[in-house]
């Protein structure tokens, strides 16, 4: 059975030092690596020394610190964003410095019951290899605050952190709770 994502997309995250005032569309343009119509119809969010923020329908966004470049594209094929960074850093400008590269690619499926979402969390993800943490997890009993393990920098090893993290995902789980 093949099941189809609802919205899917990919990004490339960099990280490094960059000069966010050139990344504008019209730069792109100006080099070849957009046409200029695109360039002309670009949505800009904020084009600042410090971040410049812009993306061009159905192409991609892209997001430039000075310390952080992310590049997204939700629309097939994906290999467009790497071509066009690969361009980018490979021809124009080789001698910036970028120290990681992460490619994250995202999915979101709609399930029609609670029954289909369920196999496929088990497909994606088995709860199996995280004992009983996934058991609870499963059978909606786990504890969705959690208490982590902090490390003393005093030379004593690990401690307990009575700091608690709670993500907005678990205020929501918490809120949505129909058997509470």
């Known amino acids: 059975m093949r099941i189809e994502p609802d919205l899917s997309g ?30 002309e119809s670009a949505d800009i969010s904020v ?14 966004s892209l997001s430039v610190e000075r310390g952080r470049l992310s590049m997204d ?20 400008l080789p001698h910036t410095p970028i120290t990681r590269v992460g490619i994250n690619r995202m999915v979101h499926f709609r399930a029609r019951d ?18 009983d943490w996934g058991r609870r997890t499963s059978s909606g009993s786990g504890d969705p605050t959690r208490r982590i393990a902090v490390p003393n920098l005093g030379g004593k090893g690990p401690q307990r952190s009575t700091k608690r993290i709670v993500s907005s995902q678990d205020r929501a789980f918490k809120q949505n709770r129909a058997f509470d």
Do not use: C
Not at 16 to 36: D, R, T
Not at 75 to 84: C, E, G, M, T, W
């Open 10 to 39: 990919t990004a490339v995250v960099l990280l490094g030092s960059f000069n966010p005032k050139i990344f504008q569309p019209f730069w792109l343009a100006s080099h070849g690596l957009i046409p200029a119509a695109a360039a």
């Open 47 to 60: 084009v600042h020394p410090e971040i410049t923020a812009f993306s061009i329908e159905d192409q991609f």
């Open 73 to 92: 594209r939700n629309v097939a094929p994906f290999i467009v964003i790497a071509d066009l960074l690969g361009r980018i850093f490979g021809d124009l």
């Open 114 to 131: 609670e029954e289909h979402r369920e196999r496929i969390g088990q497909l994606v993800a088995p709860r199996e290899p995280w004992g």
